[in-house]
């Protein structure tokens, strides 16, 4: 790893002006669990000269139950969500998401808002340049993807975005989407929906370079709501998804009144299934309902060769998690 300057801010303003300051030489750092990989590895085209804490900002680390809903503080650790009753009440799909990321470990020192931030673990990309050079694939800036015509057995089964077949790796993301959250930043909220981007370069989300988030916000469901995410991984820990999935579902008289779900590890972003939702409203919740619903979710799928297992883990996940929901 190469020196930089490390700078404790003392406010979300301070730290947005040090962004400014030092323009693309500068990112902010939560837990670090995901930025100083990306330091070791020579991730970022230019190698960032500031390194600005936002640990120590007061009044990030909160979770608050309002009356609009759950309040998340930007700093409050995975482990947080995951223990906390509040959390696991009436948003249990969340806190069960952050309770499968990675490790006890990781959980401790990850932040959620670092978790929704983070870079894709494409191999390519995050291949460190000094094992036999630096690889520039396209997300790097250079011209082709390595990862089409090489392994690409847990990329993207429903095409590439900007010829990059790199998929979002959050295990929270598809659970804030699922339960409509906001993601309040120093700038705007934001739906967690329209959160995320692989259209602007190397980065995973719509933040602009000086814009920090401090909090989450996700309402309150219905009453009649559940809630569910499920995730498949080769091991039950420290492992990034192959596929995941979070649902929210509200009954009323034993009927779909609403329907919200989100996959994972899919595709350069996290996919709602709008097209299942739709087809859930107005229906109970049916074994058989879920599986037709996990069927329209995989119909556009296009795999590539070796991740077509994919497909049909999709299907699945999509199917179980509804019937979690259904209780
Ligand atoms: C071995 C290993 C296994 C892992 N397994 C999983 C897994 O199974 N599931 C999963 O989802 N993740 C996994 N991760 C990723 C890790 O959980 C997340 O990286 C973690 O939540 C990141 O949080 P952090 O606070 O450490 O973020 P940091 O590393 O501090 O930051 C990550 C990124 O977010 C940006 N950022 C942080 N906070 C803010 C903010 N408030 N506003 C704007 N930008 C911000 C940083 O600049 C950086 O780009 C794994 C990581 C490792 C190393
Ligand atoms: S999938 Fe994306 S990140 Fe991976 S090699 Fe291709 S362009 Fe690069």
């Known amino acids: 790893m190469k020196r930089f300057n490390h700078i404790d ?4 303003e301070q730290a947005a002006e040090l962004l400014r300051e030092h323009g693309g030489n500068s990112h902010v750092i939560a837990g670090g669990s995901d930025l100083l990989g990306g330091l070791k590895d020579n991730l970022w085209m230019e190698y960032p000269e500031a390194v600005i804490n936002l640990k120590t900002i007061p009044g990030l680390k909160d979770i608050k139950e309002e009356e609009d809903g759950l309040h998340i503080g930007a700093m409050v650790t995975l482990t947080e969500v995951s223990e906390s009753e509040v959390v696991k009440g009436a948003w249990s799909g969340l806190a069960e998401a952050a309770r499968r990321t990675a490790s006890p470990l990781l959980r401790n020192i990850g932040t959620i808002s670092g978790n929704i931030c983070q870079e894709n673990r494409c191999w390519y990309y995050r291949y ?3 094992i036999g050079g630096r690889i520039d694939c396209v997300r790097k800036g250079g011209k082709r993807c390595l990862a089409v015509p090489g392994d690409h057995r847990y990329h993207s089964i ?4 900007n010829k990059c077949i790199a998929v979002n790796p959050s295990d929270t993301a598809p659970a804030l989407i699922a339960l409509n959250a906001t993601i309040k930043t120093t700038k705007r909220d934001i739906p967690a929906d329209e959160f995320f981007t692989a259209e602007m ?3 995973s989300t719509v933040l602009e370079h000086d ?7 996700v309402p309150r469901p219905a009453a009649g709501n559940g809630n569910a995410f499920r995730k498949i991984a080769f091991r039950k820990s420290i492992d990034f998804a192959l596929v995941n999935c979070a649902a929210s579902v509200t009954l009323k008289d034993g009927v779909v009144e609403s329907a919200r779900i989100c996959l994972n590890g899919v595709h350069n972003n996290p996919r709602r299934c709008k097209d299942s939702e739709e087809a ?7 074994r058989e309902a879920a599986e ?4 329209i979710a995989v119909a556009d799928a296009k795999p590539l060769i070796l991740n077509m297992f994919k497909v049909n883990m999709a299907k699945t996940i999509v199917a179980d998690t509804l019937m979690d929901c259904a209780g």
Do not use: N
């Open 158 to 161: 429903f095409g590439a975005v």
């Open 292 to 295: 037709k619903a996990g069927e």
């Open 211 to 217: 814009e920090i988030v401090r909090e989450i916000l």
């Open 280 to 286: 859930l409203i107005g229906s109970p919740l049916t």
């Open 9 to 12: 801010a003392t406010s979300l």
């Open 201 to 203: 370069g190397a980065q």
């Open 128 to 130: 460190p340049d000094k």
